[in-house]
C-alpha cells in the first residue's frame, strides 16, 4: 500500500463510520422494540406441536443485522462525501480525533448500559442511564464546537483548580457517603436475613459477649481470631452504648470509613497525585467491598472486612515514611504498630511483622553493602527484630491476663489453625479453572506475579543502584501483599483474593503513576481522566454496590419487610427470661440453639460451652439444621467433658433438638448433634419450656 | 531489556517451573507449595544478580540468555498447558499426565544440553531463513501440507465411524440427509415427492456420488463426505496460497480453519456427526474464489464464466449459502463496474458491457436449468417453491432461533464478542478496501477481499439467527482468510527477521492449539494414538455426563416413561455405555448385528412391489426402505427421529408442525396404500401419559391407521397393517 496519508484518512473514515453505524443500530432497536414490541404471534405458535412451541423465539435480529449493514456503509458514503476535499489532510485525524474519542466513549457506554440492563434484569438506574448518554451523544453531534468549548473550559478548570485540598475534602466526604450505610436497620436485616449472623456470630459477636461477661479467652471460651480484635471492638462497641450487634456493625462500618479515608490520605502523600490516590481508593473499594465474594451484602461478611488489618495502612505509612526522611521515630512506629497488629490478629499481623523484618533485612543489606557500615553497628536492628513480639506479648497479657503464658492457652489458640492447616474447608488453587471460572483463576495467578516481579526488579534495581530508594516501599508492600494473599492460598474460593487486595492496588498505582510519567504530561492528564472515570463508573454501577444502602443506592430495592421480618423474629425474651428464672447471674449457661450468643446477651449470661457458638443460627421455625464447630471428634469429646465434668444443673436447648423434631436426614448425617442429644436425653429431663427453648434439668442427684 | 527485568522474568519462570515438578512429585500443602515458590524466586533472583552481570555485558551472551528466555518460556506455556489439562480432564488424565511428564522431561533436557540447543535452533532458524533454501522448503512444505490435510481428515476405519453415530444418535442427523438422498435415488423428487431440508441438489449430489463409490449406504456416504472434506480444504490450501503466497501464513490459516470449522465443541463428539455442518454446505465456495481471484490476476473471461457457474452450482447444492454466494458473485460484478481500474480492464472492450449482463443473468437461468433438470415442469409450480420456503418461513417466524443478547444471559462472553468482532472486521475491510481500490491507492486485485467480505456477512446469517454459543465457528472460514489476509499487511511494515519470527512463532502456535484439542485428539484419523478411538477412554470425549456419548440421549428416561415391553416383546433394552465395550470390534459387531434389518426388509418385499412407495413408520425407516429397495411413502420422510429398537419407548417425532401431521393424514387419505409398515411396539394398547404431550401427533396417526388397518403380517420389529 502507498499514499499513507489517504490511508490513514480513509481509516479514520471507516472507524467513524462504525462507530455511527453501531449508534445508529442502538437507536434502531430502541425505536422498533417501541414500536413494534416483540410478541408471540399465536398464528405461528399454534402452528407447532406443544413441546417445539418454547422453540419459537421471534426477534428482529435479522432487520437489525441488514439495517446494520447498511447504515455503516451509507455513513460511510456521507462521509466520504462530506470529507472528499480533506482525504489527502494531513490534519484530518486530529480534527476529527477528538470526536471520534468522545463517540467512541459514548458508544462504550450506551452498549454498557445495554449489557447491564440485559444481564441484571433491566435496572432502572441503567435505564436511566441509558437515556442520558444517548441525549448526550446526540446533543454532542449537534453542538459539536460548543461542546468542545464547553469541555476544553470544564478540562482547564480542572487543571488549574485553585483549591487542591477542597478536592481532597470533597473527595473525603464522597468516601463516607459511599461506604457509610444510612439504614442500619436494613442492614441487619439483611444480615439476618442473609445468613442468621453466622459469619458475624462466628467472627465476633460470641467471643466478644464471652470476653465482656467474664470468660478467659482460649480457656473458657474459644476465640478464633484473637483476643486483640475481639477485646478492641467489642470495647468499642461497649463505648458506643452497649454490647449489641447494632453497636457492633457500627464499630466495623466506622472502622472501614476511617480505613478507606487513611488509604486515601495515604495514597495522596505517596503517590502525590490527586487523581491516581482517587483511581486506587475506588479500585480498592471497589475491590474489597464490592466482590463477589462477600455477596450479597459486604457486611454479612465481617471477617472479610477491612476491620482484619485495620493498622497495616498507618504501618506502611510509617515505613515510607522512613524510607524519606529516615527518621527513627517512624521506624520505632512501624515496629510498634506491627507489635500492635500482632496482638490484634494473629494472621495479619504475622504478615506485617514479616514485612517489617523483610525491611529491617533490606536496611541491613543497604547499611552493609551500600554504606559500607560495620557489621557491629548493626546490632540495635536485632532490638527491632524482637520489638513487635514483646509488643504483642505484653498487650495480650494486659488483655488475656497471666493465662496468656500458658501452654494451654497456644495450643488452643492454635486449635483451628491446625484444623485448618490440615485441610478442613481449604480449596485448592486450581479450584476455579476445574468450575470454569477462568478470569478468577488468573487473577489469583496474576496478583503474586505482580508481587514477587515488583519485590525483584525494584530490590534489585535498588541494589544494582538503577531505582530510587523510595521504590523499596513496593518492596515491603509487596512483601505484606503476599503475606495476605495466604488467605487465597489455602481457600481459593472464586474472587476470595479480593478480601486482601487492597496492597495489590496501591502496587498497580505505582506502576500506573511509573508508566505514565514517560507520557506526555497531557496525554498523563488524559490517560488519568479517563481512569479516574471508568474506576468510578465501575464502583458506581457494580451491581452489588447498586444494592448497597447508603446515600446513592441506586437499585432502591424495598427493605421494609425484611426489617418487620428482622423486628419480629430477632428477639428471645421468653427465652431470656426462661433462662433468667433458673440460673443465677454469675452461672455459666449451657445453651444448645441457634441465635444462642443473642439469647445469651439478652439474660446476661456468660456461655458454659467451649464451643460457642455451637450451632449455625437458622431461623426458629425452620427445619433446617448446623453444625459447623463441634465438627471434630476431640471437639466433641471435650464438650461432653465439660458436661460430665460440671454436671450443669439446667441445659437449655431448642425444642426441635431435643424433641426430634427435625427431618431424619440431619440426625443421619450431623453426628455431633445425635451425640449431643443422645447425652441429653439419657442425663436430662424436661423441666420447663420457653416459647423455642426447652430447660432440661439433670436427673438424678447433682 | 536490561539484566534486572531479564533476571526476574527468569527467576519467575524457573520458579514456576519447579513448581510445577514439586507438585507433580508430591502432594503438598498449598501454603508449603507457596512459600517454596516464593523461596525459588528469591534465590533464582539472588543467584542471576550474582553470576550474570559480568557476562552480560558480552553481546552474544545477552542474545543467548533472550532466546533462552524464549525457549523457557514456551516450555512453560506448555507444562502450564499441561497442567490445565490435568485438572479439566481429572477424570481421564493419563493423556494430560503424559503430556506433562515429556514437557518436564524437556524442560531438563533444556536447561541441562542448553549449549547444544542453541546451537542446533540457531543454526534450524538458519536454515529456514536462508532465501537459497526458500524454493525447495515452500515445494516440501506444499506437498507435506497437502499429505497432511489428506491424512488428517482421512478416516481409515469408517465402520467403526458408523458403529458409533448409529449408538451415539440413531443417524439421527444423517437421516435428514440419507431419506432425501435416497428417494431421489428411488425417482422421488426433492421438494415434490419428498422434502429435502437443506436443498434440491443435495440429495442427487450424495445419492449418485454414494454410488459412485460403490453403493448407496451410509458408509459410502460417510467416505463421500470425508472426500468431500479433503478436497475443500486442499483447494482451500491451493487458494489461500495462491493469494496470500506466504507458505507459513497459510498454514497457520489452515490450521486455525481446520480447527475452528471441524473441531469446535458444538460439534462434539465428532464433526460427520452433523453433516450440516460439514464445509459441504459451503462446498463450491473455495473454487468460486479461486475463479474470481484467476479472473483478477489473469482477466480470463472463462473464470468470470466459470464463477458464474460455481455460484449457480452453490444454489443448486444448498438454498442459503447458495444464495450468498450469488450474492458475492453479484458485489463483483457491481465491484467491476465501479472500480475505474477494474473497468479499464475488462469493461473497455465491446460487447463487455453485455458479456456482464449476461454473467449476471445467466445465475438464476442457471438455477432454474438446474432445479428443471431435476424436477422438470414443478419448478414453474407454486407448489414446488412453497414447499422449499417452507423452513425459511418457520425460521424467520422464530423456529429454532436464537437471540442475540442470549449469549450475555448465559455469561458467554467470549461468543458474544466473538459474535460482534466477525461482522466488525467484514464492514471495515469492505469500508478500507473499496475506497482505497476506488481511488487507485492500492491494487484492484484486493477486491477480492471485498467480495470474500460480502460472501462472510452473508454466511453469518447463520449466527445472527442461531446466536448459539459456536455458531460463528460454522462459517468462520472467511473470517479467518480475512483475519490472515490483515496479519500479512500487517507484517509486512515489520522487518524480514521480524516476520520471519512472527511467522514461525504463530505457525507453531497454531500447530500446538490443533493438537492440544481434545476433539482432534479424539478424531478416527491414522494420528490417533489409540487403537480402538471410539470406544478409549484415553482419547474419547467425555460428554456431558462423563459417559461418553453411546446411547447418552436415551438413559434420561425413567420407568414411567416405558412400556412394559418392545417391539420384539422383550424387557431387556440394550443400552450400553461406552464402559462396556473393551474395543471397536465389539462396537462394530453390535452395530452390525442390530442395523440389519433384512427380516422387516423381507417382510416389505413380501407384500408390495418394486416401484411401490411404502409407507414405514419405524425408527430406521430409512434404512428399512433402503434394504427392501424400495421408495419412501411419506413426504415427510423421516417422519420420525429414531430411537434404538430395542427400547421401550415410542418414537419420537421429528415434525415440527400441525401442518405437517395434516399433509401427511392427506396422504394417507388420498393415496389409500394398501399395507402400512409400523413398528410393533405401536400397537401397545395404553401409553404413558407423557406420550401424550411428548408424541401427540404420533399418536393421533397411530390412532388413524389402528382404526383403518388392522395386523396382518408381523417381521422382526415392523408389523404390516392392512387396509381393511
Same mark, same amino acid.
Given at each position: ?40 404471534? @399465536? ?19 435479522? +432487520? ?41 466513549? +459514548? ?20 435505564? &436511566? ?32 483548580? @485553585?483549591? @487542591? ?17 444510612? /439504614? ?10 442473609? /445468613? ?55 464499630? +466495623? ?58 493498622? /497495616? ?21 512501624? &515496629? ?111 496478583? @503474586? ?61 505505582? !506502576? ?46 424495598? !427493605? ?48 458454659? +460451652? ?93 | ?95 494430560? #499426565? ?100 437443506? $436443498? ?9 456420488? %454414494? ?82 481471484? $484467476? #479472473? ?103 423456529? $429454532? ?41 492500492? #491494487? ?60 514461525? %512463532?504463530? %505457525? ?69 455405555? =461406552? ?105 401397545? =394398547? ?39
Amino acid at each position: 500500500m502507498n499514499s499513507p496519508i489517504i490511508i490513514r484518512n480513509i481509516i479514520t473514515l471507516a472507524v467513524l463510520s462504525l462507530l455511527e453505524s453501531i449508534h445508529f443500530l442502538v437507536l434502531t432497536v430502541l425505536v422498533v422494540n417501541y414500536w413494534r414490541p416483540l410478541k408471540y404471534d @399465536p398464528a405461528v405458535w399454534n402452528k407447532y406441536f406443544p413441546f417445539l412451541q418454547s422453540a419459537i423465539r421471534p426477534n428482529h435480529d435479522f +432487520f437489525f443485522y441488514h439495517w446494520w449493514l447498511v447504515s455503516a456503509i451509507a455513513i460511510q458514503a456521507v462521509l466520504v462525501w462530506y470529507f472528499r476535499r480533506s482525504l489527502q489532510d494531513h490534519q484530518l485525524l486530529r480534527r476529527l480525533r477528538a470526536f471520534m474519542l468522545n463517540e467512541a466513549i +459514548f458508544l462504550f457506554l450506551l452498549l454498557f448500559c445495554v449489557f447491564k440492563i440485559i444481564l441484571w434484569g433491566s435496572p432502572s438506574w441503567a435505564w &436511566c442511564l441509558f437515556y442520558v448518554v444517548l441525549v448526550l451523544s446526540w446533543v454532542m453531534r449537534i453542538f459539536w464546537p460548543e461542546f468542545c468549548k464547553c469541555g476544553t473550559f470544564i478540562y482547564s478548570f480542572l487543571q488549574r483548580f @485553585p483549591y @487542591p485540598k477542597l478536592l481532597d475534602g470533597m473527595l473525603i466526604v464522597f468516601l463516607v457517603l459511599l461506604i457509610y450505610p444510612t /439504614d442500619i436497620k436494613a442492614c441487619l436485616a439483611r444480615m439476618f436475613t442473609g /445468613d442468621y449472623f453466622y459469619q458475624m456470630d462466628g467472627f465476633i459477636m460470641s467471643a466478644a459477649w464471652a470476653f465482656w461477661s467474664g470468660c478467659v479467652m482460649n480457656i473458657d471460651v474459644i476465640c478464633m481470631y484473637g483476643i486483640g480484635i475481639t477485646a478492641s471492638l467489642s470495647g468499642l462497641a461497649k463505648l458506643m452504648g452497649a454490647l449489641n450487634y447494632q453497636n457492633m456493625l457500627l464499630v +466495623f462500618i466506622y472502622i472501614a470509613v476511617a480505613y478507606f479515608i487513611s488509604c486515601y490520605l495515604f495514597l495522596r502523600w505517596w503517590l502525590n497525585s490527586f487523581l491516581l490516590a482517587s483511581i486506587g481508593i475506588f479500585l480498592a473499594i471497589k475491590f474489597q467491598m464490592f466482590h463477589w465474594g462477600v455477596a450479597p451484602f459486604y457486611w454479612n461478611f465481617p471477617n472479610a472486612t477491612v476491620a482484619r488489618y485495620v493498622f /497495616d495502612i498507618y504501618f506502611l505509612a510509617l515505613i515510607l515514611a522512613h524510607i524519606r526522611s529516615r527518621s527513627v521515630w517512624a521506624l520505632r512506629g512501624a &515496629c510498634l504498630c506491627s507489635g500492635i497488629s500482632l496482638a490484634y490478629m494473629m494472621d495479619t499481623g504475622t504478615y506485617q511483622v514479616m514485612a517489617f523484618y523483610a525491611y529491617l533485612l533490606i536496611l541491613f543489606f543497604e547499611r552493609v553493602y551500600i554504606e559500607k557500615s560495620a557489621l557491629k553497628g548493626q546490632i540495635p536492628l536485632l532490638g527491632y527484630v524482637v520489638g513487635p513480639v514483646i509488643i504483642a506479648l505484653s498487650i495480650l497479657r494486659i488483655i488475656g491476663g497471666s493465662t496468656v503464658f500458658s501452654r494451654v492457652y497456644w495450643h488452643n489458640a492454635f486449635e483451628h489453625v491446625q484444623i485448618f492447616l490440615n485441610g478442613m474447608g481449604s480449596l485448592p488453587i486450581y479450584q476455579n479453572i476445574s468450575e470454569g471460572d477462568f478470569f478468577a483463576f488468573f487473577m489469583g495467578l496474576f496478583i @503474586p506475579l505482580v508481587y514477587l516481579f515488583s519485590a525483584l526488579y525494584l530490590a534489585s534495581g535498588y541494589f544494582l543502584k538503577q531505582t530510587r530508594r523510595e521504590n523499596l516501599f513496593v518492596v515491603v508492600l509487596s512483601v505484606y501483599g503476599l503475606g495476605l494473599y495466604h488467605y487465597f492460598v489455602n481457600r481459593s474460593a472464586p474472587f476470595s483474593y479480593h478480601a486482601v487486595d487492597i496492597p495489590f492496588v496501591f502496587v498497580l498505582m505505582f !506502576w500506573a503513576r511509573k508508566i505514565l510519567s514517560k507520557a506526555a504530561p497531557k496525554l498523563r492528564h488524559g490517560i488519568l481522566m479517563g481512569m479516574f472515570l471508568a474506576s468510578l463508573g465501575a464502583l458506581l454501577t457494580n451491581p452489588l454496590f447498586t444494592y448497597y444502602p447508603n446515600v446513592f443506592n441506586l437499585a432502591r430495592p424495598d !427493605w421494609i419487610p425484611y426489617k418487620q421480618f428482622y423486628s419480629q423474629e430477632f428477639h428471645f425474651e421468653k427465652e431470656a427470661q426462661l433462662i433468667d428464672s433458673l440460673t443465677s447471674p454469675q452461672e455459666a449457661v449451657g445453651l444448645i440453639s441457634s441465635f444462642d450468643v443473642e439469647i445469651l446477651m439478652e439474660a446476661k449470661r456468660k456461655p458454659f +460451652f467451649y464451643y460457642f457458638p455451637m450451632l449455625h443460627s437458622h431461623f426458629m421455625n425452620e427445619d433446617i439444621f448446623e453444625v459447623p464447630y463441634v465438627n471434630t471428634q476431640a471437639r466433641m469429646a471435650k464438650t461432653l467433658g465439660q458436661m460430665e465434668q460440671a454436671k450443669p444443673k439446667y441445659v437449655f436447648v431448642e425444642a426441635k433438638l431435643f424433641r426430634g423434631l427435625l427431618s431424619r436426614q440431619y440426625y443421619e448425617h450431623f453426628v455431633s448433634l445425635r451425640i449431643l442429644m443422645d447425652y441429653l436425653h439419657e442425663h436430662y429431663e424436661e423441666y420447663a419450656q420457653g416459647r423455642y427453648l426447652l430447660a432440661l434439668r439433670r436427673k438424678g442427684p447433682l | 531489556m536490561n539484566l534486572i527485568i531479564f533476571s526476574s522474568i527468569l527467576s519467575l519462570i524457573e520458579a514456576i517451573q519447579a513448581l510445577l515438578f514439586v507438585r507433580l512429585w508430591g502432594d503438598i500443602s498449598p501454603f508449603v507449595t507457596f512459600l517454596i515458590f516464593v523461596a525459588f524466586v528469591i534465590l533464582g533472583q539472588c543467584a542471576a544478580l550474582w553470576l550474570l552481570p559480568r557476562r552480560w555485558e558480552q553481546e552474544s551472551f545477552r542474545k543467548s540468555s533472550r532466546l533462552y528466555l524464549y525457549v523457557e518460556g514456551v516450555l512453560l506455556a506448555l507444562l502450564l498447558s499441561a497442567s490445565y489439562k490435568l485438572v479439566i480432564y481429572d477424570f481421564q488424565p493419563q493423556l494430560a #499426565h503424559r503430556g506433562l511428564i515429556a514437557v518436564m522431561v524437556l524442560a531438563v533436557l533444556n536447561k541441562i544440553f542448553w549449549k547444544q540447543v542453541n546451537g542446533f535452533l540457531i543454526l534450524f532458524y538458519a536454515f529456514l531463513a536462508d532465501p537459497a533454501n526458500k524454493t525447495a522448503l515452500s515445494l516440501l512444505a506444499d506437498a507435506g501440507f497437502v499429505v497432511f490435510i489428506a491424512f488428517f481428515i482421512y478416516v481409515p476405519d469408517a465402520h467403526a465411524v458408523m458403529a458409533r453415530m448409529f449408538l451415539s444418535d440413531d443417524f439421527h442427523h444423517w437421516d435428514l440427509f440419507m431419506a432425501p438422498a435416497w428417494g431421489y435415488l428411488k425417482g422421488c423428487l426433492p421438494y415434490v415427492d419428498i422434502i429435502s431440508q437443506y $436443498g434440491v441438489g443435495i440429495p442427487l449430489e450424495m445419492g449418485v456420488g %454414494s454410488r459412485l463409490l460403490g453403493g448407496f449406504n451410509y458408509e459410502n456416504l460417510f467416505m463421500l463426505l470425508v472426500w468431500v472434506c479433503i478436497i475443500y480444504y486442499v483447494a482451500a490450501y491451493v487458494f489461500l496460497r495462491s493469494w496470500l503466497k506466504s507458505v507459513p501464513l497459510v498454514i497457520i490459516a489452515m490450521l486455525i480453519g481446520l480447527k475452528t470449522q471441524m473441531f469446535h465443541t458444538g460439534i462434539a463428539p465428532f464433526v460427520f456427526t452433523y453433516p450440516s455442518c460439514l464445509v459441504l454446505r459451503n462446498f463450491w465456495d473455495v473454487l468460486f474464489f479461486l475463479c474470481i481471484w $484467476g #479472473h483478477l490476476l489473469t482477466g480470463r473471461r472463462l473464470l468470470l464464466w466459470a464463477a458464474a457457474l460455481l455460484s449457480v452450482l452453490a444454489e443448486f447444492n444448498l438454498v442459503d449459502t447458495g444464495v450468498y454466494l450469488i450474492g458475492a458473485f453479484y458485489v463483483y460484478l457491481i465491484l467491476i463496474c465501479l472500480m475505474p481500474d477494474l473497468r479499464e480492464r475488462f469493461l473497455m472492450r465491446r460487447w463487455a458491457w453485455v458479456e456482464m449482463a449476461g454473467c449476471a443473468i445467466c445465475v438464476p437461468l442457471g438455477v432454474l436449468g438446474l432445479f428443471y433438470a431435476v424436477v422438470g415442469q414443478h419448478t414453474f409450480t407454486k407448489l414446488f417453491w412453497d414447499n422449499m420456503a417452507e423452513y425459511i418461513v418457520y425460521f424467520l417466524a422464530g423456529h $429454532g432461533t436464537v437471540p442475540y443478547s442470549e449469549s450475555f444471559h448465559y455469561h458467554f462472553f467470549w461468543a458474544a464478542a466473538m459474535g460482534l468482532a466477525v461482522p466488525l472486521v467484514y464492514l471495515a475491510s469492505i469500508m478500507i478496501l473499496g475506497l482505497l481500490c476506488y481511488w487507485r491507492k492500492i #491494487h484492484a486485485s484486493h477486491v477480492l477481499v471485498i467480495v470474500l467480505c460480502f460472501y462472510g456477512l452473508g454466511l453469518y446469517h447463520y449466527y445472527v439467527a442461531r446466536t448459539a454459543v459456536t455458531s460463528y465457528y460454522v462459517s468462520g472460514l472467511p473470517f479467518i482468510f480475512v483475519v490472515c489476509f490483515w496479519l500479512q499487511k500487517c507484517l509486512e511494515r515489520t522487518s524480514d527477521q521480524v516476520r520471519k519470527k512472527m511467522l514461525l %512463532s504463530l %505457525s507453531l502456535f497454531a500447530w500446538f492449539c490443533l493438537w492440544t484439542n481434545h476433539q482432534v485428539l479424539a478424531y478416527p484419523n491414522i494420528f490417533n494414538i489409540s487403537r480402538n478411538p471410539m470406544v478409549d477412554p484415553l482419547v474419547t470425549l467425555p460428554g456431558p455426563e462423563r459417559t461418553g456419548y453411546i446411547n447418552i440421549m436415551f438413559m434420561k428416561y425413567g420407568k414411567d416413561y416405558k412400556l412394559p415391553i418392545n417391539s420384539l416383546g422383550e424387557k431387556d433394552e440394550w443400552l450400553f455405555t =461406552q464402559k462396556d465395550f473393551t474395543s471397536d470390534d465389539e462396537l462394530k459387531a453390535l452395530y452390525d448385528h442390530e442395523f440389519n434389518f433384512s427380516e422387516d426388509a423381507q417382510l416389505i418385499d413380501s407384500l408390495t412391489g418394486p416401484n411401490e412407495k411404502v409407507p414405514v413408520l419405524s425408527s430406521f425407516e430409512t434404512k428399512m426402505e433402503m434394504q427392501a429397495d424400495r421408495k419412501p411413502f411419506f413426504y415427510f420422510s423421516p417422519f420420525l427421529s429414531s430411537v434404538p429398537m430395542r427400547m421401550r419407548i415410542f418414537p419420537a417425532e421429528a415434525v415440527h408442525s400441525a401442518a405437517y401431521l395434516k399433509k401427511t393424514l392427506r396422504q394417507l387419505r388420498e393415496e389409500k396404500p394398501s399395507y402400512i409398515f409400523m413398528e410393533r411396539i405401536l400397537l401397545s =394398547q395404553t401409553v404413558p401419559p407423557a406420550y401424550q404431550d411428548d408424541v401427540p401427533r404420533l399418536l393421533v396417526l397411530v390412532k388413524y391407521i389402528r382404526d383403518l388397518y388392522e395386523p396382518f403380517k408381523y417381521g422382526k420389529y415392523l408389523v404390516a397393517m392392512k387396509r381393511k
